[in-house]
């Protein structure tokens, strides 16, 4: 594959609600940003639409010739294809992502998942620090519950672009409640933010807005509200410790707006993440992300080295 000469390069960030945009210098350098609402019930051509139109923002001259994007859902980076999402985005199952803002943007154009774009400046760290087969494991617990695995040094993508989706593993904490994607018992059900406040409320009778005042109410003593979150920690933590059995990873990084709760939360995350552990993996320890709001538009800017370039002009 002929790439172009290394240069300016456009990295955009697509969730639920905001859209994020970066030019980017041939130094990694920011040169421009932008950010607007995701035209999130409107439809994929209408998402595709605001994608293009924040793109031109950051580059109205035209300095870039590639552009990387790291997006909701379950993104094939081979075909260019969203072949799974939620309703968070209406109708974006199925939406030829790579082509349709090759098309409108005229650049060529690198896609991937939000959260495996948001790990891969994790992954460069690791390499940086000489391990070229470096693996890790990378979650974000937020809203929903995302993850990523790198092995050997090489980001992993999977039959259709599924590989990372650790919010859909079974939780024995979460068993019999029912999950976005259609089962039961996954973890994201009762690890998520929306899962520790779905939890108070069965615990407490008493539905709450948000996580936030569920941990405010852990902060005052409130028992159920501990229990609430410590729950969730701890079914993260099963997890990723099983995971971490299996993939035998140099670094774990758990990212996301739930652990920034505080230490109740991190505590009960790492105790049962250390319970998991075969011996050769004890001293093992979550860690937070290296990078901060920038990682996403990092990630998906360097996209662009590593993965399939769809060019305008494939639609038709």
């Known amino acids: 594959m002929t790439r172009p000469a290394p240069g300016p390069v456009v990295g955009l960030d697509l969730g639920g609600t905001k859209i994020a945009a970066a030019l980017f210098g041939a130094d990694g350098a920011v040169l421009a940003r932008h950010s607007r609402p995701t035209p999130a019930r409107e439809g994929a051509d209408a998402v595709l639409d605001a994608l293009a139109a924040a793109a031109a923002e950051v580059d109205p001259g035209r300095r870039a010739a590639v552009l990387g994007i790291a997006a909701a859902g379950v993104i094939d980076p081979r075909s260019g294809m969203v072949t799974s999402a939620t309703d968070s985005?209406?109708?974006?199952?199925?939406?030829?992502?790579?082509?349709?803002?090759?098309?409108?943007?005229?650049?060529?154009?690198?896609?991937?998942?939000?959260?495996?774009?948001?790990?891969?400046?994790?992954?460069?760290?690791?390499?940086?620090?000489?391990?070229?087969?470096?693996?890790?494991?990378?979650?974000?617990?937020?809203?929903?519950?995302?993850?990523?695995?790198?092995?050997?040094?090489?980001?992993?993508?999977?039959?259709?672009?599924?590989?990372?989706?650790?919010?859909?593993?079974?939780?024995?904490?979460?068993?019999?409640?029912?999950?976005?994607?259609?089962?039961?018992?996954h973890l994201e059900v009762i690890a998520s933010g929306p899962g520790i406040a779905a939890h108070y409320a069965r615990l407490t009778g008493a539905p709450v807005d948000r996580l936030e005042t569920v941990a405010a109410r852990a902060a005052?003593?409130?028992?159920?509200?501990?229990?609430?979150?410590?729950?969730?920690?701890?079914?993260?933590?099963?997890?990723?410790?099983?995971?971490?059995?299996?993939?035998?990873?140099?670094?774990?990084?758990?990212?996301?707006?739930?652990?920034?709760?505080?230490?109740?939360?991190?505590?009960?995350?790492?105790?049962?993440?250390?319970?998991?552990?075969m011996g050769p993996l004890r001293g093992l320890v979550p860690r937070a992300p290296l990078f901060g709001h920038d990682a996403a538009v990092l990630g998906a800017a360097a996209l662009t080295t590593t993965l399939p370039l769809h060019h305008p002009g494939a639609l038709r």
């Open 89 to 185: 985005l209406r109708g974006w199952a199925g939406t030829a992502l790579g082509a349709g803002l090759a098309d409108r943007t005229g650049y060529a154009v690198a896609c991937d998942n939000d959260v495996r774009a948001t790990a891969g400046p994790e992954l460069d760290a690791l390499r940086a620090e000489g391990n070229e087969h470096a693996s890790l494991l990378f979650a974000a617990i937020g809203t929903g519950v995302g993850g990523a695995l790198a092995s050997d040094g090489r980001m992993l993508h999977g039959a259709s672009g599924i590989a990372g989706h650790l919010g859909h593993l079974p939780s024995p904490e979460a068993a019999r409640l029912p999950c976005t994607c259609g089962a039961t018992g």
């Open 220 to 277: 005052e003593g409130d028992a159920d509200a501990v229990t609430a979150i410590t729950t969730g920690a701890a079914a993260a933590g099963h997890v990723l410790g099983g995971l971490a059995n299996a993939l035998g990873p140099d670094r774990v990084v758990v990212g996301g707006g739930v652990p920034r709760i505080g230490a109740l939360y991190e505590d009960a995350l790492r105790a049962a993440f250390a319970a998991e552990l």
